[in-house]
């Protein structure tokens, strides 16, 4: 019921009568005053005002009934929020698999113990500063188009820190979020398949939203960054994370309706890697060339130093100046 009282309640601070509330939900005025005085306890700030009734003004971070009925999706169902978990992306493996949680649903925590990023690295996970965030779903889309699902999550977060935080964010391939060549986010996209189709896909998406400098290891200050440090000021993790679900509704829905087109034109529109003189790192092999392109199977067309093309799958991505 609190959930339904936020739904009447909008952003906009309009006034919504305590009779409204009363007649929408089929509930007395006093059972209205106690789901109000609920919500309050739990960090939401509701203005009363006779004759006017009650208005939101501010919610608490990371709060799922009142992330999920702002985001307005036809794709995410379930928003799970929890204050610590050991990674994200294991513990949405372990419910999809164990208890069957479906398609569209969200997991977030407000720290990770043992966050990673790819090939098993450590991702730092501080509490009450970022978003860690898992995306279970299950595409219909072949083995083969696996990349896509990458590429898609790397889209909607660059979008959505754009127009949360009026942040230029860049895309470093194949799976970084940027900001002037620091790294300010990534996505690791894991899958259960069969061999004609991919049965699960859990993505994972870490951002780093209100860091300060001080507070990266001393290792990651000088190759990391934050969307505090970029705007100047603090960003709401509430309205991230809302941009970045619809912003991924709304390129997933033309992914799987229009194909692969528009989805790439936006990556490379976004990319930090395209006409960059890069090294690559794949396996114990380097390679160095023109970062040219990516193809329809998101792999870096990579144009080497003798002229050769080589299309690459995976590596780790160093600028060259």
């Known amino acids: 019921m609190p959930a339904s009282i936020l739904n009447l309640l909008n952003d906009d601070h309009a006034y919504v009568s305590g009779q409204e509330i009363s007649t929408r939900l089929d509930i007395t005025r006093a059972a209205v005053w106690k789901k109000i005085t609920v919500l309050r306890r739990r960090g939401f700030v509701i203005e ?14 990371l709060a799922a009934d009142y992330l999920l009925p702002r ?18 992306n294991d513990l949405a493996m372990s419910l999809a698999a164990e208890e069957g949680i479906g398609h569209g649903t969200v997991i977030v925590a407000d720290r ?10 450590r991702w730092e996970s501080p509490g009450g500063k970022n978003i860690y965030m898992s995306l279970i779903i299950r595409p219909e889309l072949s083995p083969p188009d696996l990349t896509m699902l990458t590429v898609l999550a790397a889209v909607a977060g660059a979008r959505a820190i754009q127009n ?8 470093k391939w194949p799976n970084d979020l940027m ?9 690791l996209t894991e899958v259960r398949s069969d061999p004609d189709r991919i049965s699960l896909a859990v993505i994972g998406i870490g951002i780093n939203v209100n860091m300060r400098s001080a507070d990266f290891p001393g290792g990651l200050r000088s ?42 034109h936006a990556w490379r529109k976004h990319s930090a890697t395209l006409g960059r003189r890069v090294s690559v790192t794949v ?20 144009k080497m130093h003798s002229g050769q093309y080589r299309n690459i799958s995976a590596g780790d991505i160093t600028f060259l100046r």
């Open 48 to 61: 009363a005002a006779p004759s006017k009734g009650y208005r939101l003004i501010s919610a608490p971070d």
């Open 71 to 88: 985001v307005r999706s036809a794709l995410w169902k379930t928003i799970l929020v929890h204050d610590v978990v050991a990674s994200t």
């Open 112 to 121: 990770q113990t043992r966050g990673k990023g790819r090939l098993g690295r």
């Open 164 to 171: 949360t935080g009026d942040i230029p964010a860049k895309i």
């Open 179 to 187: 900001i002037d060549d620091k790294k300010l986010g990534g996505i």
């Open 223 to 264: 190759i990391a960054t934050s969307m505090r440090s970029a705007a100047g000021h603090a960003i709401a993790r509430n309205a991230l994370i809302i941009q970045l679900l619809r912003e991924f509704e709304h390129w997933y829905g033309i992914l799987t309706t229009e194909g692969k087109r528009l989805l790439l």
């Open 283 to 302: 396996g114990n092999e380097k390679i160095s060339g023109i970062a040219e392109d990516i193809n329809d199977n998101g792999m870096l067309r990579l």
